[in-house]
């Protein structure tokens, strides 16, 4: 009787201590999740300093009103990692278009597009099991006028017998694509130290 009792509190300290290893958390405001890697924390702040600093310098402004066409060019991943940019790029879209400055277009993206349905679509002007008032015309694409493009890098440097200082570059520059010239350049720095313990890959 007394092992079965046993036993009994022992299954039930391992299964309490199983459904209390996961819980929610808030990136934002628990200070203490940091991690060696690249985090949602860190693609958060490089994508709010982007984005802040777009709108502070005046490049997205346009004398008549309305707004940027903009498309996704190249983003660089130089890291150690393996890490989806979109994570980056999404942030700041959504915040653009916040702003009311810009629009993205998914029809045109380095690549390829980022919604193949654009054009497939318009493949359906010679079906005929489609209604033709209801396919798409042509002349109705909106080309993009500026492309964003970027990079980011990682650095890792020794700090000393155990410790390690692993800096992250968040670099974007925002051309105009009529005449390729960049009209802004930003980039946050996001710097951590670590054990030499800790993987950053």
């Not at 984005?51 to 005046?58: C, D, K, P």
């Not at 009311?100 to 277009?105: F, N």
């Not at 497939?120 to 798409?136: G, I």
């Amino acid at each position: 009787m007394k092992l079965q009792l046993a036993l009994l509190l022992v299954c039930f300290v391992f299964v309490s201590a199983c459904t209390q290893s996961a819980r929610y958390v808030d990136p934002a405001r628990d200070a203490g999740l940091v991690t060696a890697s690249i985090d949602d924390s860190d693609f958060q702040k490089a994508a709010a300093d982007a984005v802040a600093s777009m709108l502070a310098s005046g490049a997205l402004n346009r004398s008549g009103g309305g707004r940027h066409v903009l498309a996704i060019s190249t983003i660089t991943n130089d890291t150690m990692q393996r890490i989806d940019v979109d994570m980056l790029i999404k942030k700041i879209r959504i915040d653009l278009l916040n702003s009311g400055k810009v629009v993205v277009t998914t029809a045109v993206r380095a690549g390829g597009p980022e919604d193949a349905m654009s054009m497939q679509a318009r493949e359906l002007r010679q079906s005929k099991e489609f209604n033709q008032a209801t396919v798409v015309g042509e002349n109705q694409m909106v080309a993009p006028n500026m492309s964003l493009s970027g990079k980011i890098i990682q650095r890792n440097t020794a700090v000393d017998g155990s410790n390690q200082r692993i800096d992250y570059y968040f670099q974007l520059t925002l051309t105009e694509i009529a005449s390729g010239l960049a009209y802004w350049e930003g980039e946050t720095v996001v710097a951590k130290v670590a054990s030499n313990k800790s993987a950053a890959w």
